[in-house]
T-cell receptor, first 110, second 111 residues
Framework: KAGVTQTPRYLIKTRGQQVTLSCSPI?????VSWYQQTPGQGLQFLFE???????NKGNFPGRFSGRQFSNSRSEMNVSTLELGDSALYLC?????????FGPGTRLTVL | GIQVEQSPPDLILQEGANSTLRCNFS?????LQWFHQNPWGQLINLFY???GTKQNGRLSATTVATERYSLLYISSSQTTDSGVYFC?????????????FGQGTILTVHP
């Protein structure tokens, strides 16, 4: 089976812009979770989707949003980018509890 | 929320040495996973181990859920074992899809 894929792998944006990141889960996995990794805060949970419904949300501002499509692919969007949004964004998919991670999208905000 | 503490924060070894990484968590868990983060940032699954003991080659892990800790053992370490090791847990409530990560152990293996 193919693993979790994320696009794009690298992204450079400027403050105030918005960005959309994409995640394709392992075939058959219906749950997709998103995480942000920064040197200061470590790995933090953003949100989780299952069958197109957000079931759980972390402690991030409303500028961070996501959605899931009927084929389980997921996108996350960050609006009005800030310098502090520079991070590695990771998505993970799961069938039961075990999560499998994609390679991540490295976002730099200038 | 659940707290996850990993120790030691840093570990430096000579090739061939053995090591033990520890993960303490503050509440009951549905899920506990160990990951190795490679230099490009990808999290590689090592073990899914909410309880019990598992082994995979030179690596093994034990979780004692009643005492709220997990151990990752690396035997005969190799330079390719270098990197950051994370423990992550999903608590026993309705934390759908939410893993809480420890701060990681940075392992450096010298030839």
């Amino acid at each position: 089976k193919a693993g979790v894929t994320q696009t794009p792998r690298y992204l450079i944006k400027t403050r105030g812009q918005q960005v959309t990141l994409s995640c394709s889960p392992i075939s058959g996995h219906r749950s997709v979770s998103w995480y942000q990794q920064t040197p200061g805060q470590g790995l933090q949970f953003l949100f989780e989707y299952f069958s197109e419904t957000q079931r759980n949300k972390g402690n991030f501002p409303g500028r961070f949003s996501g959605r899931q499509f009927s084929n389980s692919r997921s996108e996350m969007n960050v609006s009005t980018l800030e310098l502090g949004d520079s991070a590695l964004y990771l998505c993970a998919s799961s069938w039961d509890n075990e999560q499998f991670f994609g390679p991540g999208t490295r976002l730099t905000v200038l | 929320g659940i707290q996850v503490e990993q120790s030691p924060p840093d570990l430096i070894l000579q090739e061939g040495a053995n090591s033990t990484l520890r993960c303490n968590f503050s509440d009951s868990v549905n899920n506990l996973q160990w990951f190795h983060q490679n230099p490009w940032g990808q999290l590689i699954n090592l073990f899914y181990i909410p309880s019990g003991t598992k082994q995979n080659g030179r690596l093994s892990a034990t979780t004692v859920a009643t005492e709220r800790y997990s151990l990752l053992y690396i035997s005969s370490s190799q330079t390719t074992d270098s990197g950051v090791y994370f423990c992550a847990v999903e608590d026993g409530g309705t934390s759908y899809g939410k893993l809480t990560f420890g701060q990681g152990t940075i392992l450096t293996v010298h030839p």
